[in-house]
């Protein structure tokens, strides 16, 4: 029911504002947020129709790190200003020159956290109590879709973008947000992302903004990039859970699985992460295009969510280690079935599960995850 209301939300969002689509509209273009020294240059560049209003537009940022993830740590509210007439609105720390909107909360600097975080823009009709969210958990379920759109008030999703850093198999990136990083350099959190060109071109996913400060163009036209600008970014959480959740293992826990990366088969960027294994146990993924629930297979203590033609990672087998994980990094043009590995191509939706050891002798499986590729 969650998912359909922010789904139903979405299509209200999307008629409300088509009919004035043509006339206005506003979008993300760039953002800063770390830097050499102390971090009193951040900024956020929307671009938009000179002259339109933003009240009722708001920008959140909703945390991503751990333990702290899915609380709302910013909420700034655009109301009675509007664009200017060169078309672009910069938010910033009060240094930086040129500023429409001074976002200071923590005092000259340090106003955006270095971390993983998703951006919201957005419009509704009640900026108090988005205002009054403030702090927090905005996903206490942890199905990584926030309550924004339950609330009571209007909420418009105008666009989302995250931005993670190196250890993000541990963070969030919520309502399905394109998600951009890390730096491979460091690897670090990107400084800086931003559109080559300016909007509507899309977000530069490989080439980030100088952590040294050269060449920023706050309130101004954007550079242009030979960045790769696939639409999947550098991937973030992916697909949609099922059969879940499994049955415990000797954990006391039942193993759960997760996929990070993109949807779209070009980038041939899916990994696959079981975790609440049990410790030092093997297991191998299977996949296949057909759901199924067969409980306790071959006297196993799991259920097997997939069924027809089921392929195995059989030359993949993993080990859950220390750590009770394994993960696996896939290559669409070799996924697995009985007759030969095929390609993944886009429209086809594929699930996947891990069977696993456990302790005495037995196994389990963990819930099935399906992902719809483009």
């Not at 959190?189 to 509507?200: C, E, H, V």
């Not at 089921?310 to 043009?333: E, F, H, K, M």
Request: glycine share 14%; net charge negative.
């Amino acid at each position: 029911m969650h998912t359909s209301l922010r789904k139903l939300s979405g299509f209200i969002g999307c008629a409300l504002l088509g009919s004035v689509a043509n006339a206005q509209q506003v979008n993300f273009n760039e953002i800063f947020a770390s830097h050499t020294g102390v971090d009193d240059q951040e900024y956020i560049e929307l671009i938009g129709t000179p002259g339109m209003s933003l009240s009722g537009y708001m920008v959140l940022i909703i945390e991503g790190d751990n333990p702290l993830g899915g609380s709302l740590d910013r909420a700034w509210d655009l109301t009675g200003f509007s664009v200017p007439t060169d078309g672009y609105f910069l938010m910033a720390d009060p240094l930086v020159t040129g500023l429409d909107y001074d976002i200071s909360v923590t005092g000259p600097d340090n106003n955006i956290e270095n971390g993983t975080q998703t951006y919201y823009l957005i419009w509704t009709d009640d900026t108090a109590l988005i205002q009054s969210l403030l702090g927090a958990d905005l996903d206490v379920d942890g199905d990584l879709i926030t309550d924004l759109t339950t609330l009571p008030a209007t909420v418009n999703f105008i666009e989302l973008i995250a931005v993670y850093d190196p250890d993000f198999t541990a963070d969030e990136i919520f309502d399905g947000a394109l998600g951009l990083g890390p730096d491979l350099g460091g690897p670090y959190l990107p400084a800086g992302i931003f559109k080559p060109d300016d909007n509507p071109n899309g977000w530069c996913t490989d080439d980030w903004l100088d952590f040294f400060l050269g060449g920023l163009t706050p309130g101004s036209m954007n550079p242009s990039s030979s960045c790769t600008q696939s639409g999947g970014g550098n991937g973030g959480p992916i697909g949609t859970n099922y059969c879940g959740p499994g049955n415990v293992n000797s954990t006391g826990s039942p193993a759960v699985l997760s996929a990070f990366g993109s949807t779209f088969v070009v980038d041939n960027f899916v990994t696959l992460t079981s975790s609440q294994l049990p410790l030092n146990q093997f297991g191998y993924y299977i996949t296949s295009q057909t759901q199924g629930f067969i409980p306790f297979p071959g006297g196993s203590q799991g259920n097997l969510c997939i069924s027809g033609s089921v392929g195995r990672y059989s030359t993949s087998i993993g080990n859950s280690g220390t750590t009770g994980a394994i993960t696996l990094a896939l290559d669409l043009s070799q996924t697995p079935q009985p007759a030969g590995p095929v390609t993944i191509i886009a429209g086809e939706s594929w699930n996947w599960q891990l069977w696993h050891r456990d302790k005495g002798g037995n196994s389990n499986f963990t819930d099935g995850i399906q992902i719809t590729f483009q």
